[in-house]
């Protein structure tokens, strides 16, 4: 069965870095697109990244510059790496993936174009 692990999540202080974790079993992450997401209670789950196997990321504007999306394939895991984290930034965080090349971003890339999904992790931000 293809799952999706999540790890990294936690408390940080405003300013500081985090990187959170995702980890396939079940089935391999080659020819995926991947992505992550956060959702704040009351809100529609927000993109924040993606990548495609051998290509770059691409990032909402609140992330851009921050946050980065990366991979390993010897591993069969992403990660998004966080710095200069605001208050902002606090949601649950979601990994998720999709058997197929990134949903385009003149529609922009939406939670139903996913198809596999992390259980979700906490980021909370301290002053």
């Known amino acids: 069965q293809a799952q999706l692990e999540q790890s990294g999540g936690g408390s940080v202080q405003a300013g500081g870095d985090l990187t959170l974790s995702c980890t396939a079993s079940?089935?391999?992450?080659?020819?995926?697109?991947v992505a992550w997401f956060r959702q704040v209670p009351g809100t529609e789950r927000e993109w924040l990244a993606q990548t495609y196997s051998g290509h770059q990321g691409v990032y909402s504007g609140s992330v851009q510059g921050r946050f980065t999306i990366f991979r390993d394939s010897g591993r069969n895991a992403f990660y998004l790496r966080m710095t200069k984290i605001t208050h902002e930034d606090a949601a649950m965080y979601y990994c998720?993936?999709?058997?197929?090349?990134?949903?385009?971003?003149?529609?922009?890339?939406?939670?139903?174009?996913?198809?596999?999904w992390g259980q979700g992790t906490h980021v909370t931000v301290s002053s």
């Open positions: 079940g089935y391999s992450l080659q020819n995926n697109c």
């Open positions: 998720a993936a999709v058997q197929d090349t990134c949903p385009s971003m003149k529609a922009g890339p939406k939670a139903q174009d996913f198809r596999i």
